[in-house]
């Protein structure tokens, strides 16, 4: 056992070496052909699909639904991904923070990227996806699986990218919304947008708070009474901007910003004491970009500061955490024909952290430079190989490269099938909390290393009106040096490097879609297996090999309806997640559990604009469950939702 | 608490026999106690992770080797049963759960684990102990850095009926002779309260954090203290632990025997059936101290660090609960007298501390 096991890390070097060398070989051909060819006319890299896809040939990306979007605009990105992926969310009740585990792994295995740079907070390297708002976003992506040389720190897992929205038809618009729900809940959201030749513009704002009062049977008193939750409320508020100025034919300028507010009671588990904990979050992320395409391709950079401030409190803690994150991100990309684009990069960040927890200023700067490359020999054939190498004083990570390829491979008429698959590398630096925090910050932590290969069959049907896109995807993952926080002997915690993890499973989905007259219908279906567990322990007793980590349901499965007929729309939402253990060893559970959500709308055209009233009912069924032990989450509720928009 | 448990234990041990003999001589099965968990048993606490409750209790049967766990849970429709269970105490066939960050003692029937109260408004609670079929008394931190408290419950009701103030950390308590000893986690002295009059009458200074306490066969109570260990406090500063012997008829300290390093932790404390040997951990090993020897034996009987430490009255094996991680379940490993390994079963997250019955 233990030689198959470091004959697996032996080899996965090999591979991670001969990868290396592969891209540089490569760049060497490319800097040569590139001296011939730049008299060709070059062409936006989009021409290769979603920018999110360009270079990750043969992994599984898959986009949010926008009418989703639209009609949970209040909601968060928890709840979307809930919903609507196969990931699996840990909600500390219905206030508390809720972090995100893809493919097995946890929330620090998660890079979340906005526009393009990763906004994971720096103590924790990670995000409480209960703070990010739907509200303002553009577009939600989710890439499944390892995306390291790509994606950068934290993305073994898998990684969310967030973009602003992109503002379409000349103009100005404008949107109002409210919205009022069960258990105290109120969402009020406004948005204009202005765009012109030149100019892009776009704000929007938006407020809520939710009481959360809802009723549960607590277990954890004495005959489980029916009790109304109590401190839980949320307040959360927060801006969008963006600005998109073309200075010339061939450059622009941009400046976006956003800003989030969360202010809330965190709900205790069912049998723990009433501690008053709150906790207030403020992020500030603003960003420039420049962008300039010219004869050897397109440039872009991007500047960003962001502000993270985090106040924890409850009967006997009392504990700030302030960041100011500077990243400097700037990318070249050229592009030749149909046929290849290479873009190569180099992304600066700086942490000035002033955390209670540090016992001072600390600071930390990061590096990190990559090569992206995609070709497609023939249309039906595309390969990218990525490679990134990241630079932090005393504790670089070893290099992550990323080889994939998507080949259609049978071409019947309507049917389509290809061949997709990757091998990637990945890699998470320790955070600040992990090296700094005191007592029990390690400054000997080793950063995670990740390796992953899956391979997928993806098939796709358009007949008239009707399409049908299905994909079946099975992955293998290997992430050593997993960094847990465990008792020191001391009295206090420490991270170490604790264990080997092996993740693999099975994804399979499917969307169809057609048009009958003015009827609109579409229904999706989702479905992973993960079987995720220990193989090496490298630290005393904490070994439970070869058992599921707990919070990794085995099995999830979604559906989804979004479907249309004149001025009506309809959604209809069902998640199920089986048992997820709750300790090392397997020994205690939680049952599995099915939601159903429901939203029925209907559009009424007013003047220039319309209105839209929806109307929807979450957790149809009353099912109690709960996502993290104890932790009551809310039964059926219900939400009445008026949107005027003005074109 | 162990001393508690030890006296208890003889009183039960003696209680069972007695019964058993009654049974084999007239199968009077009404004699007996009835309910899954009140044969040779042996329950586990277990602390369970901070925030999670997942506190639970182990049930053993050291006749036949089988463990039971999460007994609450089971016995009471899946209820949970709190957030860190500090200690378990038994008297009179009802077990009592102290649920130092549920606020509460969970109250429990000892032989069927059905639920029976609660007893509410504490205070981070810590240790309990019954003076008698009216009275007991529960240990309160209250705050980490001030004065803590010692309710005083009327069990009939389950309610506090009156609060006395004591020093930082009131940790365990022991009832003797009329007298309630509270040892301090953090404070320099033992608190001694009057049964009576429920008010502190003395306190006996003894060396920093006496944290655990039993009393031996000649009527002394022993002490173990941690010394000061704040890690917020240079290393260079921290001071010894010690064990103190108390004698109990004049409340004054008849012996210190003193650590060797200042550094090195100590806690948990245990006494054998005959009430002459001391258990207790000490730099991650766990040492034996006759009672009448006057230096401290440096050679530990079982090389293992451990989270809690108890003897069965009835074997003289003695129990200890494998270090926690928090994360998965732990261990109870049984050792003979001579320190030797005899077997070990799994129990739930924690395992702090035994009750023989």
């Known amino acids: ?647 | 608490m162990k001393r508690f448990t030890s006296f208890r234990s003889i009183f039960m041990t003696t209680a069972l026999a007695a019964g058993t003999l009654a049974l084999s001589s007239c199968e009077d099965k009404a004699s007996r106690p009835k309910g899954t968990y009140a044969e040779n048993a042996v329950l586990i606490s277990n602390e369970g992770a901070f925030t999670a409750s997942n506190a639970s209790v182990s049930y053993y049967n050291r006749n036949n080797g089988t463990v039971e766990n999460n007994i609450f849970s089971k016995e009471n429709d899946r209820q949970v049963l709190g957030d860190v269970l500090q200690s378990i105490a038994v008297y009179n066939d009802r077990a009592y759960m102290v649920m130092n960050n549920s606020q509460k003692v969970v109250v429990a029937n000892a032989n069927t684990f059905k639920a029976e109260g609660e007893i509410s408004g504490l205070e981070m609670p810590r240790y309990f102990a019954a003076l008698d079929n009216q009275k007991a008394y529960v240990t309160e931190w209250v705050s980490f850095d001030n004065n803590g408290r010692v309710a005083v419950i009327d069990l009939n009701t389950l309610t506090v009926t009156k609060t006395i103030e004591v020093g930082v950390n009131p940790e365990q308590l022991i009832i003797a002779g009329g007298k309630v000893y509270v040892g301090h986690a953090n404070g320099d002295f033992i608190s001694v309260i009057n049964t009576s009059s429920d008010a502190v009458e003395t306190t006996i200074p003894v060396t920093h954090g006496p944290s655990y306490l039993v009393v031996d066969r000649d009527n002394n109570l022993w002490a173990l203290s941690s010394g000061m260990k704040d890690w917020r406090v240079d290393k260079s500063q921290h001071t010894a632990g010690a064990l103190a012997k108390i004698n109990l008829s004049s409340n004054t300290v008849t012996n210190t025997l003193t650590f060797a390093s200042n550094t090195a932790s100590s806690g948990r404390l245990a006494i054998n059936s005959s009430k002459d040997k001391l258990l207790y951990s000490y730099n991650g090993k766990i040492h034996q101290q006759d009672i009448s020897t006057n230096t401290l034996n440096s050679t530990p009987l079982i090389n293992r660090s451990s989270n809690s430490i108890g003897v069965d009255p009835a074997s003289n094996y003695i129990y200890i609960g494998t270090a926690p991680n928090y994360s998965s379940d732990d261990w109870v490993v049984r050792y003979n007298t001579t320190g030797a390994v005899v077997d070990s079963f799994r129990v739930g997250i924690a395992p702090n501390g035994f009750v023989f019955r």
């Open chain 1, 1 to 647: 056992m233990l030689r198959d096991l470091s004959g697996c890390i032996v080899e996965q070097f090999t591979i991670r070496g001969v990868l290396f060398l592969m891209v540089f070989c490569c760049l060497a051909v490319i800097a040569r052909a590139q001296q011939d060819t730049s008299i060709y006319q070059l062409k936006a890299v989009e021409v290769f699909g979603k920018p999110a896809e360009v270079f990750a040939a043969g992994s599984r990306v898959s986009t949010l639904d926008s009418s989703y979007l639209r009609t949970y605009a209040s909601g968060t990105l928890a709840e979307a991904l809930q919903t609507r992926t196969p990931l699996y969310l840990k909600t500390y009740g219905a206030s508390g923070i809720s972090s995100v585990s893809f493919r097995g792994t946890s929330a620090s295995h998660t890079a979340v990227l906005w526009n393009g740079l990763n906004i994971a907070m720096p103590s924790l390297g990670q995000n409480d996806f209960a703070t990010l708002p739907l509200s303002g976003i553009g577009s939600v992506a989710v890439q499944h699986g390892a995306a390291g040389a790509h994606y950068g720190n934290g993305a073994i897992g898998g990684a969310v990218l967030l973009q602003s929205p992109e503002q379409a038809g000349k103009g100005i618009g404008a949107e109002l919304q409210q919205e009022v729900g069960s258990f105290g809940r109120y969402f009020s959201n406004a948005a204009v947008r202005y765009s012109s030749n030149k100019l892009t513009v776009g704000a929007s704002g938006y407020w809520q708070e939710a009481q959360n009062n809802f009723t549960y049977h607590d277990l954890g008193r004495f005959g489980a009474p029916e009790t109304r939750q109590e401190h839980a409320r949320v307040q959360q508020k927060g801006l969008t901007q963006d600005l998109k100025w073309k200075l010339a034919p061939r450059s622009y300028l941009a400046f976006r910003s956003w800003y989030t507010y969360t202010h809330r009671q965190l709900q205790p588990a069912m049998g723990a004491a009433a501690n008053k904990a709150e906790q207030l979050d403020k992020n500030l992320r603003l960003m420039a970009e420049f962008g300039y395409t010219s004869r050897i391709g397109e440039t872009t950079v991007k500047a960003a500061y962001f502000s993270d401030f985090l106040h924890y409190t409850d009967v006997s803690n009392n504990s700030v955490t302030d960041i100011n994150t500077y990243q400097l991100q700037a990318e070249q990309t050229y592009t030749y024909g149909q046929s290849w684009s290479l873009r190569g990069g180099l992304s600066l960040q700086h942490f000035a952290a002033d955390v209670q927890g540090y016992g001072g200023q600390v600071s930390e700067d990061r590096a990190a430079a990559f090569l992206l490359f995609r070709y497609d020999p023939t249309p039906r054939l595309a390969l990218s190989l990525n490679l990134r190498q990241a630079f932090i004083k005393g504790y670089n990570p070893v290099p992550t490269p990323t080889l994939g390829a998507n080949w259609q491979f049978m071409n019947l008429g309507e049917h389509q099938f290809y061949l997709k698959g990757n091998v990637s590398g990945s890699y998470r630096v320790p955070t600040l909390n992990e090296r700094f925090w005191r007592p029990g910050g390690n400054p000997l932590l080793k950063p995670e290393e990740g390796w992953q290969a899956e391979s997928g069959l993806r098939h796709t049907y358009s007949k008239g009106n009707f399409t049908l896109e299905s994909e079946a995807t099975g992955f293998y993952m290997l992430v050593d040096n997993w960094v847990l926080w465990a008792e020191s002997g001391f009295g206090y915690w420490t991270p170490l490097n604790l264990h080997k993890v092996r993740s693999q499973g099975l994804e399979l989905s499917s969307r169809a879609t057609t048009v009958v007259g003015e009827f609109r219908p579409g229904l999706s279906f989702g479905y992973a297996l993960t079987s995720t567990q220990q193989i090496k322990s490298y630290e005393g007793s904490a070994a439970e090999l070869n058992r599921q980590l707990p919070y990794v349901p085995l099995h999830k499965v979604t559906f989804s309806t979004d479907a249309a007929w004149r001025l009506w729309t309809f959604t209809g939402n069902l998640l199920y997640n089986s048992e997820r253990f709750t300790n090392n060893n397997n020994s205690s559970s939680m049952p599995g559990f099915a939601l159903l959500g429901l939203a029925l709308g209907r559009q009424f055209n007013l003047g220039p604009g319309s209105l839209h009233c929806t109307l929807r009912a979450d957790n149809v069924t009353n099912t109690e469950y709960q996502t993290m032990v104890n932790r009551a989450m809310p039964p059926r509720a219900y939400t009445l939702n008026l949107r005027f928009i003005i074109p």
